[in-house]
């Protein structure tokens, strides 16, 4: 893990947070699809209105304290399972900048890169919002609706002509508790039990 020098973490009052598949013929594969995207999809719609219009309006100042009334909050990024502590930075519930966390007993002041741009997953103007095809060699959106059909034909086709363990469903330390239980559940009904994660590999 990359060790970054900087200053001292300031001291932010009380606005610090203490230390702190069988085929099941019952489900159809297209429902349980739509169901998984629309979690994820729900997801990201939530945290990008909520957390992050007011965010773009302050953001770019490159001030300390830049922010009235915010509170410095104590987390960890959710990129991997090691958990490095985050601090930050809230206003009226925005997610406005980050700090390391330099007492954190786990990551003790360090961050990998991923970690390091862990706000980028709210505000970052490059967020995949839509589900998107190459075609022709170009990225272009398209509607979930097209994006479902065209999964499912393609799983069912790979099933019909290999059998239900010629597909292998990666997970990853990136996924939520929630995501993870959906993917293993749709392996269990997809009849397969190649299921691992990326961390194994
Ligand atoms: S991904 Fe996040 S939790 Fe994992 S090592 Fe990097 S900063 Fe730490």
Redesign the pocket.
């Known amino acids: 893990?990359a060790r970054c020098k900087i200053g001292k973490t300031p001291d932010y009052g009380s606005g610090v947070s203490s230390r702190r598949v069988t085929l099941n013929p019952k489900v159809a594969r297209r429902s349980f699809l739509k169901l998984s995207a629309a979690t994820a999809a729900l997801t990201g719609a939530a945290m990008t209105a909520k957390m992050t219009r007011k965010a773009t309006a302050a953001a770019g100042t490159g001030k300390k304290n830049a922010h009235p009334g915010s509170q410095m909050i104590r987390s960890?990024?959710t990129?991997?399972a090691?958990?490095?502590g985050i601090n930050a930075e809230v206003q009226n519930g925005v997610w406005l900048r980050q700090e390391i966390a330099q007492d954190h007993p786990v990551?003790r002041g360090g961050?990998?890169c991923?970690?390091?741009s862990?706000i980028d997953m709210v505000t970052s103007e490059k967020r995949l919002k839509n589900p998107m095809k190459k075609v022709g060699g170009k990225w272009q959106k398209i509607s979930w609706d097209q994006a479902l059909d065209e999964i499912s034909n393609k799983l069912l086709s790979i099933r019909e002509k290999d059998g239900p363990d010629a597909m292998h469903l990666n997970g990853s330390a990136k996924v939520s508790t929630e995501m993870a239980y959906l993917q293993r559940k749709f392996a269990a009904f997809w009849g397969s039990n190649n299921v691992d994660h990326q961390a194994r590999i």
């Open positions: 893990m960890v990024c990129h991997c090691v958990g490095c990551s961050y990998c991923k970690g390091a862990a």
